[in-house]
């Protein structure tokens, strides 16, 4: 009996639990991890709505109009101007409320009560002034959330500000200007409210006049829109410097001591050592992860350096430091099983973002069908006259070193090095004498210009892979040589590489090579066709298809690689900091910082001739 009558009362009230439940989540409020994503939101929210109060010409409620009749005139006028620098900043401050930053939390409580004042003196909206009170309280209670410690300063910041706010703040005077049409005296053309306005944002007092005290209402907004862009301009130009990401030498010779251990482990691992990322190390300094900050992603490649049973200890270290500043924690080109351990320590998910192409020395070989046009294209280049040469970095001596420098430096495609998670950014540092250099030479033919490079046509850069490998870290070539110089380099390096005491080689990566290679085999589904078409149109931009036809000329074993990241919705943002990081993307010259060690080609220069002398001296 009993139980009949409980499931009559559930069936008579079958939802009263769950309403209750959501009534104590509103109740309650968002998780603590929801909090900062909330408050950016309800932030900008209350900007847009105070720079609406001050640019719209106010209308008066008949119970609050006697509260301007006692006030003077100036303070309702400052008022809209201050409701609209509020609102401007508040919008600016959104982003770095939803990354959880202390200073964007310290600026917004200082803000909200002014923009509160605002909104009751100009406006005399109650709604207004009460949802940015509220949102004051709601800050001071939730301060713990914010804790997000400030980003390496970044000189363009000050440049993209300016330009950017100028431009804002001209649109938004042109706004003021033109929403209190009705008030101004006469009818002056577009081109003199322009430059009422231009004048304006400099301080100064227009042609355009208007009655019943506009303009002051109008002067005071276009100057404080004007004092704003300057104000933020100085403070993002002249506020402290945070360090920037960067190797310390320190930091470099613990990686190499435990490269030394475990470089084997991760054809990537030498990788870490470019000198624009920076390294946390775990506890007990066996482990490392090494990492770059790009766009507020903290970007790690490969595995963790160092033993397997410490690497627990640098992924939380790194996660720790990605918390604190509110970075976007990922990884680029992760193994199988270092993304294993990267999901099961920190609960991340794991996408496989393409396959490793690796030669072994022993298996390889010119002879079959299958290598058939790369060997009829090496022994072509060859009866052409080229010769190639396959050394360790100290076994050139001072002017085959710095020509092999020079004519990388020149034959790069970019103004700046590409490449993060399988480029080393150098050549011939005195640290890496154990790198490999494969060349290929010819004699310049009767009739033909001397090339600055001697006869040097093409070069390829081989970083150790533990005590017998070496992986593939740059190919450059002069684009007068005959076409094949990479294939005959290759060629010439696994053919030398018995007498170097290689046995296996990394290539490169092939970007989704697997969609590629499913989709071209017969009664692939419609899903991997559509993939397959996708990444080929892809390819008109980027290395993708030929990437992969590149490599599988040379019947390499594949390797997995994956992306480590913490929400889908995170994914776009990481793969357009990818493609910064790899130089695929370029932000402007004025709108991004050289590396600290590459200030500029005569920089460059200057490091390479050292380079030269100390392996000179050497």
Same mark, same amino acid.
């Given at each position: ?404 420098? #020079?004519?990388?430096?020149? !034959? ?8 993060? =998670?399988?480029? *080393?950014? &150098? /050549? %011939? ?123 599988? #000329?040379?019947?390499?074993? !594949? ?8 929400? =889908?919705?995170? *994914?776009? &943002? /990481? %793969? ?43």
């Amino acid at each position: 009996m009993s139980v009949r009558v409980d499931a009559k009362k559930s069936d008579e009230v079958p939802s009263g639990p769950k309403w209750l439940s959501v009534l104590a989540r509103i109740v309650k409020g968002p998780k603590p991890e929801n909090v900062p994503a909330v408050v950016g939101t309800v932030g900008a929210f209350i900007g847009l709505a105070d720079i609406a109060a001050g640019v719209i010409p106010r209308f008066r409620w008949s119970r609050v109009h006697a509260l301007s009749e006692v006030l003077p005139g100036s303070v309702t006028q400052l008022a809209a101007a201050g409701s609209i620098i509020v609102g401007i900043l508040l919008l600016m401050l959104a982003h770095g409320l939803k990354r959880a930053k202390q200073q964007a939390w310290l600026a917004a409580v200082i803000l909200l009560p002014i923009g509160a004042a605002a909104q009751a003196l100009y406006r005399h909206s109650h709604i207004g002034a009460v949802l940015s009170l509220l949102l004051f309280v709601y800050l001071l209670r939730h301060r713990k959330s914010f804790l997000a410690l400030p980003d390496p300063r970044s000189r363009w910041k000050a440049l993209a500000n300016f330009i950017l706010m100028g431009g804002a703040s001209f649109g938004l005077g042109w706004v003021i200007v033109g929403s209190h049409a009705d008030k101004m005296v006469g009818d002056p053309p577009v081109i003199e409210q322009i430059e009422h306005v231009i004048w304006g944002l400099f301080g100064f007092e227009g042609s355009i006049r208007y009655t019943d005290h506009v303009d002051y209402t109008v002067g005071y907004s276009l100057g404080a829109l004007g004092l704003l862009t300057v104000a933020t301009t100085a403070y993002l130009a002249f506020r402290p410097a945070y360090p920037a990401a960067v190797l310390t030498e320190e930091d470099e010779d613990r990686l190499r001591e435990l490269l030394a251990k475990h470089g084997e482990r991760d054809s990537l691992g030498h990788f870490a050592l470019r000198r624009d990322k920076s390294v946390v190390f775990s506890p007990s300094g066996k482990a490392a992860v090494s990492y770059r900050v790009v766009s507020g992603v903290m970007l790690a490649s490969g595995d963790p350096i160092g033993d397997v049973e410490a690497w627990p200890g640098a992924i939380e270290q790194f996660m720790e430091l990605a918390k604190r500043h509110s970075w976007t924690p990922a990884v680029a080109g992760c193994s199988e099983t270092g993304g294993e351990v990267w999901a099961r320590e920190t609960g991340l998910d794991a996408l496989e973002m393409g396959d490793e192409a690796i030669v072994d020395v022993a298996d390889f070989s010119l002879s079959g069908r299958s290598m058939r046009n790369v060997r009829q294209m090496v022994k072509r280049i060859e009866r052409n006259g080229y010769t190639t040469k396959v050394r360790r970095v100290g076994d050139l001596n001072a002017e085959e070193l710095e020509a092999v420098q #020079k004519a990388a430096n020149a !034959w790069r495609d970019t103004e700046d090095e590409r490449g993060f =998670s399988m480029a *080393l950014g &150098r /050549i %011939g540092d005195p640290k890496d004498l154990d790198a490999i250099i494969a060349t290929a030479h010819k004699d310049p033919e009767e009739g033909e210009e001397p090339s600055p490079f001697g006869d040097l046509k093409a070069m390829q850069h081989y970083v150790p892979w533990g005590k017998d490998g070496s992986s593939l870290e740059l190919m450059r070539r002069d684009r007068s040589a005959d076409p094949g110089m990479n294939e005959l380099l290759i060629v010439a390096f696994l053919q030398a590489a018995p007498d170097l005491d290689v046995k296996r080689m990394s290539l490169n990566f092939a970007f989704f090579r697997s969609a590629l290679e499913r989709g071209s085999k017969l009664g692939a589904g419609p899903v991997v066709r559509v993939q397959r078409t996708a990444l080929i149109f892809l390819s008109r931009w980027f290395q993708i298809e030929s990437l992969y036809k590149f490599n599988e #000329k040379f019947r390499p074993r !594949w390797e997995p690689r994956f992306v480590v990241f913490p929400n =889908s919705r995170d *994914l776009p &943002r /990481i %793969g357009f900091a990818m493609m910064q990081a790899e130089g695929f993307l370029e932000l402007p010259r004025l709108m991004r910082r050289r590396p600290a060690h590459l200030k500029s080609v005569d920089q460059a220069d200057d490091a390479l001739e050292a380079q030269a002398e100390v392996t000179r001296a050497a």
